[in-house]
């Protein structure tokens, strides 16, 4: 029965809201991964490569010629990407140990999202 909710509420979601859900669900992960200890290499990692990957999507979709938004919004959404993109680099390397800002440009989005 569960599941079948699950199901029927995707199926409901405006293409904003499922973004929303996503990023919170990454976020999360995030949130986490920066609890763990240090030596829990594979939760801190997954939760950064998630949110990679779905920096690394939305700036594919913002390349799409065909995205409806506009252009300096899209741009910004690449921009984004690549810095996410170089910290969580940087955290993997253990150079830096910042889930935070990761986290604080996750919520803004969301913010976004949600108005």
Same mark, same amino acid.
């Given at each position: 029965?569960? +599941?079948?909710?699950?199901?029927?509420?995707? %199926?409901? #979601?405006?293409? %904003?809201?499922? #973004?929303?859900?996503? /990023? @919170?669900? *990454?976020? &999360?992960?995030?949130? +986490?991964?920066?609890? *763990?200890?240090?030596?829990? $290499? =594979?939760? =801190? $990692?997954?939760? $950064?490569?998630?949110? %990679? &990957?779905?920096?690394?999507?939305?700036?594919?979709?913002?390349?799409?010629?065909?995205?409806?938004?506009?252009?300096? *919004?899209?741009?910004?959404?690449?921009?984004?990407?690549? /810095? *996410?993109? &170089? +910290?969580?680099? #940087?955290?993997? =390397? @253990?150079?830096?140990?910042? /889930?935070?800002?990761? $986290?604080?440009?996750? =919520?803004?989005?969301?913010? @976004?999202?949600?108005?």
């Amino acid at each position: 029965m569960h +599941h079948a909710y699950k199901q029927a509420a995707t %199926r409901t #979601e405006s293409p %904003r809201e499922t #973004e929303y859900r996503l /990023f @919170g669900q *990454v976020t &999360r992960a995030l949130m +986490h991964a920066a609890t *763990v200890d240090q030596t829990d $290499i =594979r939760t =801190r $990692i997954d939760a $950064i490569d998630w949110n %990679r &990957r779905l920096w690394s999507t939305l700036a594919s979709a913002c390349q799409d010629p065909d995205n409806a938004m506009a252009l300096p *919004v899209r741009a910004q959404i690449v921009s984004l990407s690549l /810095f *996410v993109n &170089r +910290h969580s680099s #940087e955290i993997m =390397r @253990g150079e830096d140990n910042d /889930f935070e800002t990761l $986290i604080d440009i996750n =919520r803004s989005i969301m913010q @976004g999202l949600a108005a």
